[in-house]
């Protein structure tokens, strides 16, 4: 049984940084990648950033040189570091697992909010 939990989300004033942290656990494919999508409230789920299990990226427009994913491999976890935080980046932030073999998996979400 694959499950991904994610960690970190909270409130935060505009201009901040948080980290979210996603862990993986149960038996998964080695050839994967993990991202980090989010939800606000009346919008479609929109992919954030995400990983491959060789290290290359990809970013959304709207967090691209202020959000940075990154992995450990070892540790089966994928961070999120989030800076220069604005209100509308408020949302739940889901982690999700897409595996060559094995099939994709979601975590249940951590809600992000930033004040003004």
């Known amino acids: 049984q694959v499950q991904l939990v994610e960690s970190g989300g909270g409130l935060v004033q505009a201009g901040g940084s948080l980290r979210l942290s996603c862990a993986v656990s149960g038996s998964i494919f080695s050839i994967n990648v993990m991202g980090w999508y989010r939800q606000a409230p009346g919008k479609q789920r929109e992919l954030v950033a995400s990983?491959?299990?060789?290290?290359?990226?990809n970013y959304g427009d709207s967090v691209k040189g202020r959000f940075t994913i990154s992995r450990d491999n070892a540790k089966n976890t994928v961070y999120l570091q989030m800076n220069s935080l604005k209100p509308e980046d408020t949302a739940v932030y889901y982690c999700?697992?897409?595996?060559?073999?094995?099939?994709?998996?979601w975590g249940q979400g951590t809600p992000v909010t930033v004040s003004s």
């Open positions: 999700k697992l897409d595996q060559r073999v094995g099939g994709s998996y």
């Open positions: 990983i491959s299990s060789g290290g290359s990226t």
